[in-house]
Each structure stands twice: as C-alpha cells, then as structure tokens.
C-alpha cells in the first residue's frame, strides 16, 4: 500500500445494509440521514408501494439495484485518498479490531514502499 492511500475506521455509526443485484453494500445512513424500515420487518411489512419507494431513496447511494436491507450498528473500515475522491467501499464490522484487522488482512503495509522512499543511492568516494 502507498502513502496515497489511507486507512479509515469510523466510529460505532448506523449504516444500512444493502443487498444489490452484484453484492452488497454499506451505506452511512446516520451520517446521511437515510432512515428506512428494514426490508423483511415483520412486524411491520411494507406495502408494494412503500417498497418501491425505499427503494428509489436507497438507490441514490448504491451501485446496483437493492434487493433488500437491514439497518445495522458497526465500524466501517475502507481505504481514502485524503483531497481525492478516491477510496474504496466501506466494508463494515461489529468491532473495532475487526475493522482493523480486515484492513490488514486486504491491504497489507509495503514494508519496500517504505523502504525505497527513505533509501539514498549511496555516496562514492
């Protein structure tokens, strides 16, 4: 991994866990204000209408049509390239040190990165 690219554990936030038609997803809902019942509440089943409706609020955040969600609580873990718009898509987790551990597990340090930024050519003489 290069120094463009960082590491970032959110906080325990509220997020929604979506699954599209390609994988799922994670939305920062509580950061979005994006609040949706759950899709299979069954308690509280939604009506075709309000479906499509959840569905159109939700799409606006997702890469692929959503099938169904959840709001869940976790630690979002993801890489980001601080003044770009570049990062990857968070993946989230019920800890912290899962969040973690995920970004060490998928985007191990360079230790040559590190290496050949500090290294000199040496001197003659």
């Given at each position: 991994m290069t120094n463009f690219m960082?590491?970032?554990?959110?906080?325990?936030?509220?997020?929604?866990?979506?699954e599209t038609t390609q994988g799922t997803e994670f939305v920062p809902s509580g950061q979005l204000g994006l609040f949706v019942r759950n899709s299979d509440c069954p308690?509280?089943?939604?009506?075709?209408?309000?479906r499509e409706e959840t569905i159109n609020k939700i799409r606006d955040y997702v890469?692929?049509?959503?099938?169904?969600?959840?709001?869940?609580?976790?630690y979002g873990a993801?890489?980001?390239a601080p003044g770009y718009l570049?990062?990857?898509?968070?993946?989230?987790?019920?800890?912290?040190?899962?969040?973690?551990?995920?970004?060490?597990?998928?985007?191990?340090?360079?230790e040559d990165d590190?290496?050949?930024a500090t290294c000199q050519a040496p001197r003659k003489g």
């Open positions: 960082q590491r970032q554990v959110t906080g325990n936030e509220n997020w929604l866990q979506v308690s509280q089943p939604l009506t075709d209408d309000e890469e692929d049509t959503p099938e169904s969600w959840e709001n869940i609580k976790g993801r890489l980001f570049d990062c990857t898509s968070f993946v989230v987790f019920d800890t912290q040190e899962e969040a973690e551990q995920y970004l060490d597990d998928m985007y191990p340090e360079d590190e290496d050949e």
